[in-house]
């Protein structure tokens, strides 16, 4: 790309003309995701079939947005326990207002702002107290679990008949299905994406993950970029609560226990680190897949006891992350 | 609703019955404990292939999205019948249309789903849960009324169907009585919570007489505390519990704990019957309470060498 | 007063002073400590043995974290543990005897052991990231204690074994005992030996440490390796606490609590600098706290709110930037016209960089 | 050169700057004018950085004041500085491994298309400003991929990208071989020329007198003076640096004569055939004891791969080694140091320092972890140990508690070093390991050297300064391409001989 050819050429680096290094961990979570449902499919019938894939795309819509946010927050280098229980907090904040009888169109912001504020004060917390995220966040996880009870302990249905035909929207083409869900979703991937991308925040967002003390003496903002980060994640959190309350039309306390561990499973499982600077949102969204993809053989196996039903999860994982891992080593 | 209609595969396909076999998807909650082990095992016992049944049998984990994924994939894989136990009683209804559009009849059992449409399901088989707390109460309050018992609860996990409807159940039998409720806090259904909370109620209160668990294990922990602190439990602290599992009856033959209300778990020949039912076109009634007894120490002590769990 | 407020356990020693008045001011008897039968009863007792496996496990944690690693999987090794250990006692022809318990504990340990070696393994050999590398024994650990119980909540009876869990020596409980002698030991041997710096040094840059001939990836796997055994002690003494193994449900969000007391205690989870002592306080104000939330009466549906503002209001006392603050405060107006640039020797990656 | 002199761009007065109980400044003046290039001398811990964080907002000062372009500022950090027009490159290389290098150079400053990143203009801009400075690598590579001297190139161009009234530099040549400095000093002048006003530090006094005008003499957080660079003899300003005569350089200059070549034998390492695929190309070398070998070359012609795979911090694929005899296997630096082998690497932030420990943890890291954990050193040998070092190296502060990160780079430099020293290794590999020591103790440390040899030990000497090199080698290896092209007597070795061999025949 340079525009002329330099005398000094025998210094110039070599560029591997193959694959970037940088997206071996992705590719070698595609490459494993491919194999297992080669695999899935020789082994069950109908596993890959239109209605299994658009399922595990509807199933996972609110995985797939609490992983963009979370990408955002462990880019940075910090990571976020809250999601879990503000996806919750969510859900229980949408069915109590929309059972009260407010309409639709204001209290889905409402629900969604709602991780956003819990986000903010996590930034804050973070950037300007520096406290470590690992506790900011779990501070906030009891922080927004405690609100579900203190707003709901039981279970509200949702009724709010313009609530529920939103949810049930559904585009069919031929075997596959595509919900409002996976539609919004896929609409977060596509602009966390771009964001992580195309922008100076999402540039600095990498930037402060590779080292936030170099990121400050370059005179970028870090404040700003560390704090915005942690609200992405809380809205992120907050729409994954309103797909999750389109899903099952309700909302309740108990939602999402533990659902932070598949998030920043399925972020590293996707490829980024944890130490923050390198990943990519497409990564993480892989990451969900497969998670869900263990989900799904699981299902399709029909035969597993709980405590097996564990065990393989655990196995599985291991022999992805044991793949991924020999796979990225080989290329480097 | 359309959310149902293109389900490839799911729909009249399910012509397992003709061969006799009935092939019946199970999504159970996850094995948070050892009476849903009891469950779990009484079901997979029952629906044998020598008993006419292909059981797809799935661990949601305690997720209700797990549960929501097995279910479809049930209509995709065309079973016969679907059975599950609702981790939360809420947000099934859309998924319970895909699987009605797709002509499987579903069965629920042990907790129940709130929706409108009750033609979303077939049957539910399950225990009352106001109503054990009830009969936990009222034994209570025939026991001991008019002595001005002080009573603390363990309740189980915070917003869990079966805590909310014991601790109600319970609250309304006792009403009028004057047994008072002084001190209630969650253990989580389990014996080291339930231990460690009672600790805590005997370093405040000096005048606890009777402890209301919501489940055995909770009771079994508070026994420990009650010991560790010098106490007879049993005597000098009257304990109540809900469940009736083997440690818990073995406590109450001990005379460790006064009164325990069974939740029975063994679902499996009930769910049995009602999915054969179904599949013949039968008619099943819409709400199946199981029986369940409850226990003084007298009884227990005859029922316990029979007890499956 | 300003030496005090500036040191790192003030807060956390505060945070705990805090908790116990607010306890004795729900319950005046509560720091009432009795002699029965030449043993201590009494509320101060009880935290003690409830802090007895929290402190085990945030041991083996704040060395995992000195390596800038995490262990997930302990709650899960706890209820290996357990299984481990009762099963045996229970399908023995005599649970009674010493010899019988004696193996089991040695069984439950040997296996802990191996669990912690295998998440080192996973984490120094197989370079994956801790937090995945012990999610995986996370999952699949508690599967295999449940396959142990077979799903049921597996009790015996056995005297020898109780005594771990409810047992006194020399009026004090053998839980706490065990624990804080364990502890101590740990302690002495990390910091009189070069341990300490050598996993201090690992976790602060583990390509120098290499370099300067320090063995990183041994070291971080016997980390991983004592996270486990300390986890499967702790296993040991939460079902001789209830004399049962509860396979769903023993040692469930240990990591948390953990995590928790070794964060308070002031060791960053950025690896590097650790202090046990701080984590002994850690630990210390967790069990309070949760004592604290039956003896005050807080309402079960606003305990996680509750826990939330006092983790939250700990961590904001003790933030460099509340430091600072408090300092500033404390020093008086008299010293100097502006007030000096905040050290924050606390926040390794910020003492060269100034936020504003 | 400007005739006149304009008024000060940026006016620093009286500036104090505390890290109780240390006072790293006392009141301090600088002046910047418009079109000078002004040096910052000092020796190691003067206040030279401190003084620069102090004006970019870093550190916060506890007096005096900052008058830029006539108007007192206190800038909130490098972001807000940089957008008055003071663009920093810091002592330690401060970019962004992850980020590609075009990243590096445009971020903050960056092309923008519909609103978004313009990667394509971004690339393009950031060929032209490596360019400038003589790199010719790819934009889009990641900068970790690349050698710490470039990345200290990339943060230069980063520097003059946008609109820069003040441009300061904090030893920016310390990594840099000649051709490079001679591109970067280009650079700098014709940014002179255009009014800007830079600011330079650097420990090569002869490079000070090449490019400055002007200079301030910093010593032990006090104001020297400022000079014309023009009117002060060199050997004036290390008297005003260091507080001492020129003797301890002189003292250097023989440092050559001193050392006697050793008596033949068995060499103590024996090297053949060793190299690694995409490294270094296989080579042979033998080093005997006593005896300090040199290795030259440019940048990237792989003395660092050599050095590494010498001492097990890389694996060798190929060939065999022999120590005193006896084929080893270098499989780990840990394995090399427990046959005596000790190495320093260049990156002293990314594989030397743990900032975290203190200077006395260190010190005894290398010592301790060969002992092993279980045998730690009784603390009055380490102390004694510590203080030994502290005294020899002049390490400052002389506090054996204080954290390696409030050290000044130099500092850090020498910590490294009696690291190393206090292992006692037969064979020690020093990479770069005077870069951004100061001329006295650069001195020491070239003396140090030589008396180690004097005492048996061999030592491999890797440093961008040639000179140093030819002044203190027995022999002298030279480098080209990744591969070892020469071997020439040091003792009788010339200047114009090694940079005629380095290049190539002149080819570069
Ligand atoms: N963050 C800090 N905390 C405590 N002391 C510090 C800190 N930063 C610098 N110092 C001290 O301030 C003094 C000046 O350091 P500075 O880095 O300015 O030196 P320098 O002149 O740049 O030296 P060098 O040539 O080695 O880079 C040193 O004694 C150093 O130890
Ligand atoms: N000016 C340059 N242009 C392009 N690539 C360079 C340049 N300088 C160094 N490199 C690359 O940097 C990498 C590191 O080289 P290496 O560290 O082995 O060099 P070296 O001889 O030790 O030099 P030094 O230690 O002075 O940097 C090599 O991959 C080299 O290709
Ligand atoms: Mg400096
Ligand atoms: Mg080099």
Known sequence: ?332 | ?309 | ?356 | MTQQTPSPVVEMTGISVEFPPVKALDGVDLRLRPGEIHALMGENGAGKSTLIKALTGIHSPTAGTILVDGVERRFTGPADARTHGVSTVYQEVNLCENLTVAENIMLGAEPRLLGGLHWQAMRRQAATHLQRMGLSIDPASSLGSHSLAVQQLVAICRATVGDCKVLILDEPTSSLDTDEVAHLFTVMRALRDDGVAILFVSHFLDQVYDISDRMTVLRNGRLVNEFVTADLPAAELVQHMIGRSMDVLEAAEDVAEHVSRPADGTPLLQVVGVGRKGSVQPFDLDLYQGEVVGLAGLLGSGRTELARLLTGADRADAGQTRLAGTPVRLRTPRAAMDLGIAYTSEDRKGEGVVDGLTVRENIVLGLQARRGWMRPLPRKQVDELVASYIQQLGIRPADPEALLRNLSGGNQQKVLLARWLATAPRLLVLDEPTRGIDVGAKAEIQKLVADLAADGMSVVFISAELEEVLRISHRIAVMRDRRKVAEIDGGEATMDQVVDLIAGGGAA
């Open chain 2, 1 to 309: 609703s359309d959310a149902g209609t293109a389900e490839p595969g799911g729909s009249g396909e399910n012509a397992g019955a003709d061969d006799g076999v009935i092939t019946l998807g199970f999504s159970q909650v996850g094995a948070e404990s050892g009476w849903r082990a009891a469950n779990t095992k009484s079901i997979q016992d029952t629906l044998t292939e020598d008993n006419g049944f292909e059981l797809k049998f799935s661990d949601a984990q305690q997720k209700q999205e797990n549960q929501i994924q097995a279910i479809r994939s049930y209509i995709t894989q065309g079973v016969d019948v679907i059975a599950f136990s609702p981790v939360v009683e809420t947000g099934w209804d859309a998924v319970l249309q895909e699987a009605k559009s797709a002509g499987i009849p579903v069965i629920l059992t042990d907790r129940a789903v709130d929706s409108s449409d009750d033609t979303l399901y077939e049957s539910f088989i399950g225990s009352d849960f106001v109503k054990e707390g009830e009969m936990a109460g009222e034994w209570v309050v025939e026991q001991y009324d008019g002595e001005g018992y002080q009573a603390v609860e363990l309740q189980g996990t915070t917003g869990a169907a079966p805590a909310i409807d014991r601790k109600e159940g319970f609250a309304s039998a006792i009403e009028g009585s004057d047994v008072e409720i002084i001190d209630s806090q969650t253990g989580n259904f389990t014996r080291a919570e339930g231990k460690t909370v009672m600790e805590g109620f005997l370093n405040k209160h000096d005048d606890i007489d009777l402890v209301f668990a919501h489940n055995d294990d909770m009771g079994l922990g508070a026994i420990e505390a009650i010991e560790a602190a010098g106490m007879k439990p049993g005597e000098d602290i009257k304990i109540v519990t809900i469940d009736a599992v083997k440690d818990g009856m073995q406590a109450l033959v001990d005379g460790k704990i006064n009164y325990i209300v069974e939740c029975n778990p063994l679902l499996g020949p009930d769910l049995a019957e009602v999915a054969q039912k179904v599949v013949a076109g039968e008619e099943v009634e819409k709400r199946i309470v199981v029986k369940d007894e409850a226990f003084d120490q007298a009884a227990a002590e005859e029922a316990l060498p029979t007890r499956e769990y």
């Open chain 3, 1 to 356: 007063m300003r030496n005090l407020l500036r040191h790192h356990l003030f807060w956390p020693v505060a945070a705990l002073v805090a908790l116990l008045v607010a306890n004795t001011v729900a319950s005046p008897s509560f720091l009432a400590i009795t002699v029965r039968d030449g043993h201590l009863f009494g509320a101060p007792i009880d935290i003690l043995r409830m802090t007895a496996p929290l402190l085990l496990v945030a041991l083996g944690m704040t060395l995992v974290i000195a390596t800038r690693g995490i262990d997930l999987s302990v709650g899960a090794v706890v209820a290996v543990s357990g299984a481990v250990a009762l099963s045996y006692i229970a399908s023995s022809s005599d649970p009674e005897s010493p010899v019988t318990v004696l193996t089991a504990i040695a069984l439950a340990l040997v296996l802990c052991l191996l669990l912690g070696v295998w998440n080192g393994f996973l984490v120094s050999v197989l370079g994956i990231q801790p937090i995945i590398a012990t999610l995986i024994l996370m999952t699949a650990g508690r599967g295999v204690a449940m396959l142990i119980t077979g799903g049921m909540i597996t009790t015996v009876n056995s005297a020898p074994f109780k005594v771990l869990g409810s047992g006194f020596w020399l009026g004090l409980p053998v839980a706490a005992v065990i624990a804080f002698g364990v502890f101590a030991v740990v302690a002495f041997v990390v910091r009189r030996t070069a341990l300490g710096m050598l996993l201090e040094a690992t976790g602060i840059n583990p390509a120098a440490s290499r370099l300067s001939g320090v063995r990183s990836k041994t070291l971080t796997w016997t980390v991983y390796a004592a996270a486990g055994l300390f986890a499967g002690l702790a296993g040991l003494l939460i079902s001789a606490d209830t004399m049962a193994a509860d396979a769903n449900n023993a040692g469930l969000f240990i990591e948390l609590d953990a995590i928790l007391a070794v964060v308070i205690g002031g060791t960053a989870l950025s690896g590097g600098k650790f202090n046990l002592s701080g984590t002994l306080v850690g630990a210390l104000v967790i069990a309070t706290l949760e004592r604290t939330v039956t003896v005050v009466g807080i309402s079960p549906l606003v305990t996680p709110l509750f826990m939330a503002l006092v983790v939250i209001a700990v961590t904001l006392l003790q933030s460099p930037r509340m430091r600072a603050r408090l300092a500033a405060a404390t020093r008086g107006p008299a010293t100097t016209t502006t007030p000096p640039e905040p050290q924050s020797a606390a926040r390794p990656d910020s003492t060269e960089v100034k936020a504003r």
């Open chain 1, 1 to 332: 790309m340079t525009t002329s050819a330099p005398a000094r050429a025998s210094r110039a680096l070599k560029i591997p003309t193959r694959l970037d290094r940088r997206y071996l961990p992705v590719v070698g979570t595609f490459v494993v995701l491919a194999l297992m449902l080669v695999v899935g499919g020789s082994r069950y019938d109908n596993f890959v079939s239109p209605a299994v894939i658009s399922n595990l795309f509807i199933n996972n819509a609110h995985l797939i947005v609490l992983a963009v946010g979370m990408t955002f927050v462990i880019l940075t280098g910090g990571i976020d326990l809250s999601v879990g229980s503000v996806l919750a907090l969510s859900t229980v904040v949408t069915a109590a207002l929309l059972q009260a009888g407010w309409p639709p169109a204001v209290v889905i912001p409402l629900g969604v702002g709602a991780g956003t504020v819990i986000g903010l004060a996590h930034g804050v917390m973070v950037h300007y107290f520096q406290v470590q995220p690992f506790v900011a966040t779990l501070a906030g996880m009891f922080f927004a679990r405690g609100l579900c009870f203190v707003i709901a302990p039981e279970s509200i249905a949702i009724d709010n008949a313009s609530f529920v035909s939103l949810a049930s929207w559904v585009q069919i083409f031929g075997g596959w299905r595509m919900s409002s869900g996976v539609l919004i979703a896929l609409i977060v991937v596509g602009i966390g994406f771009l964001v992580l991308h195309f922008t100076r925040f999402g540039r600095t967002v990498y930037a402060v993950g590779g080292g936030e003390q170099s990121a400050l003496l370059m005179g970028l903002p870090v404040a700003r970029t560390k704090v915005l980060a942690y609200v992405v994640s809380g809205t992120c959190a907050g729409l994954g609560g309103l797909l999750f309350a389109m899903y099952s039309r309700s909302g309740y306390s108990l939602t999402g226990v533990a659902m932070e561990l598949d998030a920043i499973a399925a972020v590293v499982i996707g490829g980024t680190l944890l130490t923050g600077g390198t990943g990519f949102v497409l990564g993480s969204v892989l990451g969900v897949l497969v998670l869900g993809l263990i989900q799904t053989i699981i299902t399709f196996e029909g035969t597993l006891s709980s405590w097996w039903t564990k065990i393989v999860i655990g196995v599985l994982l291991l022999i992805f992350v044991a793949l991924q891992r020999v796979l990225s080593l080989r290329r480097t």
